[in-house]
Nanobody
Framework: QVQLVESGGGSVQPEGSLELSCTAS??????????VGWYRQAPEKQRELVAL??????????QYLDSVKDRFAISRDNAKNTVYLRMNSLKPEDTAVYYC????????????????WGQGTQVTVSS
């Protein structure tokens, strides 16, 4: 079992920055072995994958949603059991609840969503 806690959300003006954190507890080895993804869900929209970072045995590469590629950066610090999402040049369309997901596996050329989700953190971009 892995428990995930997201933090770092808030309200910012357009072009502002935020850094989200996803910190794991429980089965830390599992957390380190597999990929961790950041997803977001805006009101009345489907949840979408924003960025993903592989684990030590998951396979695959870092992946970004096209609309955030030049603005967001995902990283992981296994010593702190934490995955970060640095978000720069934020736009109103980035407004959403952001979730992290652990246990991602790269199988058959695609990432498979993991079984563990955090509770989400709200990001609001507005002037």
């Amino acid at each position: 079992q892995v428990q995930l806690v997201e933090s770092g959300g808030g309200s910012v003006q357009p072009e502002g920055s935020l850094e989200l954190s996803c910190t794991a507890s429980g089965s830390i080895s599992f957390f380190k072995y597999y990929g961790v993804g950041w997803y977001r869900q805006a009101p009345e929209k489907q949840r979408e994958l924003v960025a993903l970072v592989p684990g030590s045995i998951s396979g695959g590469n870092v992946q970004y949603l096209d609309s955030v590629k030049d603005r967001f950066a995902i990283s992981r610090d296994n010593a702190k059991n934490t995955v970060y999402l640095r978000m720069n040049s934020l736009k109103p369309e980035d407004t959403a609840v952001y979730y992290c997901n652990a246990g991602q596996r790269f199988l058959g050329g695609v990432w498979q969503t993991g079984d563990y989700w955090g509770q989400g953190t709200q990001v609001t971009v507005s002037s």
